[in-house]
């Protein structure tokens, strides 16, 4: 008859946990774990209820018919808290990514209107409206618009244009074969300009 190691020996009350967790630990955890892994993310299993799924003779010669109600109780809520860390380390929670919210990496068609394609693919659209900001007098040379929508267009040709100071005028900005051309609303005069920012 074995007589079990020295440390059974001198605590007799151990040799029953290390006969369960020797003969039985492998068989609960290959039952409990696939319901657990799938219960994951909801409430835990309070308890692993050891007489329903251990055999008469595997409950008894692990010593637990000898626990009290108690014991067996806080020991199966054990058990059930234990088996639960095990299958997060076997299968870690995976944490969606916060959503991201959706932003575009290009600009819009009208806030690149006019500007260099850098090997992009063309800009739909030929023409483009908005105002002058603040007091226009016509151009001369090397005139700089600056339109309410931000975009900064420059003179390119050496035309002359004087008109008595209008507020904010209303222009509109075409792509010709050879460039763009700026017109203001109410005048038949136009220039040719380029973007600049």
């Not at 010669?61 to 059930?80: I, K, M, P, S």
Request: hydrophobic share 40%.
């Amino acid at each position: 008859m074995n007589q079990g190691t020295g440390r059974d020996r001198f605590c007799p009350s151990l040799r029953p946990w290390r006969i369960f967790f020797a003969m039985i630990a492998p068989l609960l955890l290959g039952l409990a774990l696939p319901g657990l892994v799938r219960a994951r993310g909801h409430v835990p299993v309070a308890r692993v209820p050891l007489k329903k799924i251990m055999t008469v003779d595997a409950y008894e010669r692990a010593g637990l018919n000898r626990l009290t109600a108690v014991q067996r109780r806080d020991f199966e809520a054990w058990l059930a808290k234990h088996l639960q860390e095990m299958s997060n380390l076997i299968h870690p929670a995976r944490v969606s990514p916060a959503p991201r919210a959706h932003q575009s990496t290009r600009p819009s068609v009208p806030a690149r209107f006019g500007l260099p394609t850098h090997r992009r693919p063309p800009i739909s659209g030929n023409s483009m409206e908005s105002r002058i900001e603040g007091i226009f007098r016509g151009w001369s040379g090397a005139t700089r618009f600056h339109l309410a929508n931000g975009q900064t267009w420059v003179q390119t040709d050496s035309g002359y244009f004087r008109i008595s100071p209008v507020l904010n005028p209303r222009v509109k900005i075409k792509k010709l074969l050879v460039g763009y051309v700026l017109r203001v609303r109410g005048y038949g005069e136009q220039v040719f300009v380029t973007r600049v920012h």
